[in-house]
Nanobody, 116 residues
Framework: QVQLVESGGGLVQAGGSLRLSCVAS????????MAWFRQAPGNQREFVGH???????RYADSVLGRFTISRDNAKNMVYLQMNSLKPEDTAVYYC??????????WGQGTQVTVAS
């Protein structure tokens, strides 16, 4: 059974930082592209960034230079370091896994709220 479990969300002041974590089980983590998405109230889920199995990263323009994705294959974990947070970063953040093509597996999400 595949499970992705996010943690690390919370309330932070604008300009602050948070680090989200996601632990995966039941998948071949080391070959999977891992991604972070987010969904704000009333909005569609949007791509935040991903990290491939060989460590290549890509980010949405809205977070480029502020957010960093990393992974630890030994622990089956992926991280999202978020710096210089803005109120518009407020959303539920989801971890997703793509062992082949497409994001087949999703976590339950963790809430991030940035106060102005």
């Amino acid at each position: 059974q595949v499970q992705l479990v996010e943690s690390g969300g919370g309330l932070v002041q604008a300009g602050g930082s948070l680090r989200l974590s996601c632990v995966a089980s039941g998948i071949m983590f080391s070959i999977s592209t891992m991604a972070w998405f987010r969904q704000a109230p009333g909005n569609q889920r949007e791509f935040v960034g991903h990290i491939t199995n060989n460590g290549d990263t890509r980010y949405a323009d809205s977070v480029l230079g502020r957010f960093t994705i990393s992974r630890d294959n030994a622990k089956n974990m992926v991280y999202l370091q978020m710096n210089s947070l803005k109120p518009e970063d407020t959303a539920v953040y989801y971890c997703a896994a793509s062992p082949r093509v497409g994001y087949d597996y999703w976590g339950q999400g963790t809430q991030v709220t940035v106060a102005s």
